[in-house]
């Protein structure tokens, strides 16, 4: 994975707009610069483009979007930029974060009026950490595979050529750092040389690379990756080589709670909706209302590093929308119980801590008092039988570093200037998040992955025909 520098080099042919990485963020790149008119390759080294983005649930946050505001919820990307900026700490770059925020709900009214993404309101995200509305959008099943496939069908129909299997290993550029092309390998052993007039960077970032993780995320060194492999960090390391600024490598969406031995994602509703977690002890240990990314730290330091999530049968019901968690009721990953004695039993953790941990939260709730961590339970959600419980693994899902883009996508060098011809976004760019794990809000991922992948394709595809006018004429 490097930038060979040669200014005569051949391709054999060369688009408009290349794009690296089938994921949300080159879909939507590819769609954006189809309808501006461009020609459009996208590079995608699995069979079929999948990404980090099928591993998801495909909701992505926007304020004041058309199917929001018929839902009736009052929201702007001021309020919403607010609860990012809040959530970060003041870490995130408010001017960055402001203006995606702001492009975000264009991007939903785009994909759903005239790409016919079917999108509609996830009611119950409003209850996700960081969010004070509701305004997570998702296909019907609530699943990312759903979302890349409406994706990938929306940028064919616009035009956008799709190459499976190709697996970029290396960026061409001239003298001046401008990218001229890439090198593909093939499957057979082959290789093949496209060129480009403009590129996308849509890699994802690099929670798929260890070392990557345990050189700037130590605090999550030897953690699971719950990610997609081909998270390995190409653009980042492409864009370092050709000059650009890099920032927030630090910031990542980690988890507390995904189902051990499953694999799957037991959705945070399951905490935020008035459950919690316990050790092995039968203890908490945190205060899990700050949301599921720092949580996996605190989840990791407990004894043998699990934990179990504790609801009850609203909360089951309020999840049951989610795709992935009737697998897991499917999947038998969650203990019933009628009792909370009978629960503690059941999953073998100390009876006597269980319940006095179950008595302190009822007498917290009662008096609004927060607890000793910092967490205040609410009197409308205590739990109430019959109990679930699930034992639940941390993970890191995805890395919220990277390139420095400015408000078109395009990469920025370390002299402050956007490098020539190349744009990112998704992982592959800086996030909303600012530093460390505390900063990231359910959707960060996926709205910088379609709005940024949205304002990359515009951008790329209109410099492409303005510089191929210029040399027509
Ligand atoms: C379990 C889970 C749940 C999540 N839930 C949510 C959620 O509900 N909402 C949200 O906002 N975010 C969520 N996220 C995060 C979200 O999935 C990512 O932020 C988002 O998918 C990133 O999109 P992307 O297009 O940048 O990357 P990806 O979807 O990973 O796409 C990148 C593509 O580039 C390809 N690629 C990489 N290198 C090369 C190369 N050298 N040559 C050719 N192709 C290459 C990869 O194969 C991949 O297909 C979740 C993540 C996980 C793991």
């Known amino acids: 994975m490097s930038v060979i520098t040669d200014s005569a080099a051949q391709f054999e042919f060369v688009v408009d707009v290349l794009i690296i990485g089938g994921g949300a963020c080159g879909l939507t790149a590819a769609l954006a610069a189809s309808d501006g008119g461009a020609q459009v390759l ?19 946050p926007a304020a004041a979007t058309r199917i929001q505001r018929e839902a009736g919820i009052e929201d702007d990307a001021e309020l919403f930029a607010n609860d990012l900026l809040r959530k970060s700490k003041g870490t995130a770059d408010a001017d960055y974060v402001r203006s995606v925020c702001t492009e975000a709900t264009e991007t939903i009214d785009w994909l759903s009026e005239k790409h016919s993404v079917p999108f509609s309101l996830f009611e119950a995200g409003g209850a996700l950490p960081g969010h004070s509305r509701s305004r997570l959008h998702g296909t019907p099943s609530r699943t990312g595979e759903e979302l890349i496939a409406s994706l990938l069908s929306a940028a064919e129909n616009a035009g956008a050529d799709v190459m499976t299997s190709a697996l970029v290993s290396d960026l061409i550029a001239d003298g001046s750092g401008r990218v001229t092309g890439v090198v593909i390998d093939r499957p057979d052993g082959s290789q093949e040389r496209v060129g ?8 994802c970032g690099f929670a798929g690379n260890a070392q990557m993780v345990a050189d700037n995320i130590p605090e999550l060194a030897g953690i699971m990756a719950h990610t997609h492999p081909g998270a390995t960090g190409d653009a980042l390391r492409w864009g370092v080589a050709l000059g650009a600024e890099s920032a927030d490598l630090g910031s990542y969406q980690g988890h507390g709670n995904v189902a051990a031995g499953h694999g799957l994602l037991l959705s945070w509703l399951s905490v ?11 203890e908490r240990f945190s205060d899990e209302s700050r949301g599921y990314s720092e949580q996996a730290v605190d989840v990791g330091a407990q004894p043998d590093g699990f934990a179990w999530t504790i609801y009850d049968a609203r909360i089951d019901e309020i999840m049951s929308e989610i795709s992935e968690y009737r697998e897991l009721r499917n999947a ?93 976004g998704g992982g592959a760019a800086r996030g909303l998040s600012g530093a460390g794990a505390s900063g990231y809000v359910a959707g960060n991922g996926l709205m910088s992955a379609t709005t940024l992948g949205k304002l990359a394709g515009r951008a790329a595809a209109s410099q492409a025909l303005a510089e191929n006018s210029e040399s027509a004429s």
């Open 272 to 282: 935020s909706e008035g459950g919690f977690q316990v050790s092995a002890h039968g």
């Open 42 to 60: 996208v590079l995608e080294r699995d069979k079929v483009p999948l990404g980090t983005t099928a591993m998801s649930t495909g909701l992505i």
């Open 196 to 203: 480009c007039c403009t590129l996308v960077l849509a890699t």
């Open 332 to 424: 038998r990953a969650m203990v019933q119980a009628d009792t909370i004695e009978e629960l503690a039993v059941a999953i073998r953790v100390p009876i006597e801590a269980l319940t006095q941990t179950m008595a302190d939260i009822e007498k917290l709730a009662q008096s609004g008092e927060a607890d000793g961590f910092g967490r205040i339970f609410h009197a409308d959600k205590v739990l109430k039988a019959p109990f679930f419980a699930a034992k639940v693994n941390p993970a890191l899902f995805h890395t919220q570093g990277g390139l420095v883009v400015d408000q078109n996508a395009r990469v920025i060098g370390l002299d402050d200037d956007p490098l020539p011809n190349l744009f990112a």
